[in-house]
T-cell receptor
Framework: KNEVEQSPQNLTAQEGEFITINCSYS?????LHWLQQHPGGGIVSLFM???GKKKHGRLIATINIQEKHSSLHITASHPRDSAVYIC?????????FGTGTRLQVFP | DTAVSQTPKYLVTQMGNDKSIKCEQN?????MYWYKQDSKKFLKIMFS???????INETVPNRFSPKSPDKAHLNLHINSLELGDSAVYFC???????????FGQGTRLTVV
């Protein structure tokens, strides 16, 4: 079992829908990253959070330390949001990655 | 003014060859990493250096040798390449005191 689990593995949505991706972890972490990777592309850090909630534009990330759970929400989804979203926990000096969620948003 | 830059972006080479991938960051970070992304897109740490010193080595074959000439550079040298080394390799950097990681654009290595 992976130390960082994500769900769902694959997600399709219609443009405009509200999207939630979940991340649970079983190891101690000091912070959690949400990362975005477009097909054939590099990895971009969307958020790093260690408590509470952060918001950038249409993206919202929350974390519950007690429950060892984080969520990434996308409001008013758009086809350009189609990508793989990866959560990663910072454990000591290294990131432990989830398996990723492949999101496709159709017009 | 790319923050973390890797070269080359693509590398195709034959089994048995030796190759290097270079990484440079201009963010003033003190910690740099190499991560490997397999064919299923799963990322796993290989190495981490802090101020030119190796701090993480995750049971990577010793054909892989990282070198950090200064804290802005972390290069990855691979000897005797094997088919199973084909993957995308990502360099990343951060400051050890709780800042987010920044990633390079990745190097797609194909061993034929």
């Amino acid at each position: 079992k992976n130390e960082v689990e994500q769900s769902p593995q694959n997600l399709t949505a219609q443009e405009g829908e509200f999207i939630t991706i979940n991340c649970s972890y079983s190891v101690g972490i000091s912070a959690l990253h949400w990362l975005q990777q477009h097909p054939g592309g590099g990895i971009v850090s969307l958020f790093m959070l260690s408590s509470g909630k952060k918001k950038h534009g249409r993206l919202i990330a929350t974390i519950n330390i007690q429950e060892k759970h984080s969520s990434l929400h996308i409001t008013a989804s758009h086809p350009r949001d189609s990508a793989v979203y990866i959560c990663a926990g910072l454990n000591t000096d290294k990131l432990i990655f989830g398996t990723g969620t492949r999101l496709q948003v159709f017009p | 003014d790319t923050a973390v830059s890797q070269t080359p972006k693509y590398l195709v080479t034959q089994m048995g060859n030796d190759k290097s991938i270079k990484c440079e960051q201009n963010l003033g970070h003190d910690t740099m990493y190499w991560y490997k992304q397999d064919s299923k897109k799963f990322l796993k740490i290989m190495f981490s250096y802090n101020n030119k010193e190796l701090i993480i080595n995750e049971t990577v074959p010793n054909r892989f040798s990282p070198k950090s000439p200064d804290k802005a550079h972390l290069n990855l040298h691979i000897n005797s390449l094997e088919l199973g080394d084909s993957a995308v390799y990502f360099c990343a950097s951060r400051n050890r005191v709780a800042t987010e990681a920044f990633f390079g654009q990745g190097t797609r290595l194909t061993v034929v």
